[in-house]
């Protein structure tokens, strides 16, 4: 069980979320287009040994509007430093996928004095040469990426929960997720239409958004001062097999490991075995009192 809890913060009027658990303080930062309670089995498995709590991205906020030509992945690091000084819930260990992980990284950067350490999921490390180019590029012939262009097609609008779990259960990116976390997904990435119907809880704009604005990390993740654990998925195709050796190579004190047979969506794929391995790393970090099972 999850209790939710509404927060103002400089950027508007954020909400988060807190399990009913005992033990050191863990963030868990989701990805993009996934609300936060679309990963209740992953965060149950890290509930059993931590008091989890997570910031909701700010495109599933109250009245957030659209997406400024200022918003990038930093805003997202931005919003959790700041959340984490509103709430006075800090240190943390940081647990971050995708976006999340990025906006975790960057959070940890500028502010390491609120993390103890971090666990970064699929971290989404684009080339440099990739970044230099597409920073290049004028927005509107961003938004002609494949997986932008994507993302803007995807349908807004749905009549029911079930027609909305149906049809992603067909979907490639969807084939390995249970049946509990899609419907997980079905009752939280949809809310109430005022015109009618459901909408896509997290709006496709600042999804397609996100895919927009890649930001350059590598001089953030050469910065970071804590422990660091990084897990890539085998069958993911997000982190290109050069990222991953420049990560190594970057920084030999990180625990870097490769999930076999599972893709991007790995805490949703394989909540239980993603979630054992964070749990015992951080074990052997002696971050936690709890003997992992």
Known sequence: MMNVHAIQLQSGNAHWYETHSA?????????????????????????????????????TWKNI?????????????????DFLDASGRHP?????????????????????????????????????????????????????????????????????????????????LFSRLSGTVLDDYGAHGLVPDPDGGLRLAFPRIWEAHVFSTPPHVWGHLKSLRMPVLGIRAAASDLIPAASWDKWRRL??????????????MAPLEAPRKTADIILKWLHSRQLTGIQPG
């Open 251 to 264: 920084r030999k004190q990180d625990e870097c490991v490769v999930l076999p047979g599972i893709g991007h």
């Open 92 to 172: 943390v260990i940081g647990v971050g996928h995708s976006l999340g992980a990025i906006g975790t990284l960057l959070a940890a950067s500028k502010r390491p004095d609120l993390f103890r350490a971090l666990v970064l999921i699929e971290p989404i490390l684009f080339s440099t040469a990739f970044l230099l180019a597409a920073r290049s590029m004028p927005f509107r012939v961003r938004r002609l990426f494949p997986l932008v262009r994507k993302t803007l097609e995807r349908r807004e609008h749905w009549e029911s929960v079930q027609s909305f779990v149906e049809f992603h259960r067909g979907k490639r």
């Open 23 to 59: 033990g050191p303080l863990l963030h868990f930062y989701h990805a993009n287009g996934f609300p936060f309670r679309t990963y209740t089995e992953f965060v149950t498995e890290l509930a059993a040994d931590f008091q989890v709590i997570g910031l909701a991205h700010r495109a």
């Open 65 to 81: 509007g659209l997406p400024s030509s200022k918003t990038g992945w930093m805003s997202y690091a931005d919003d959790l430093i």
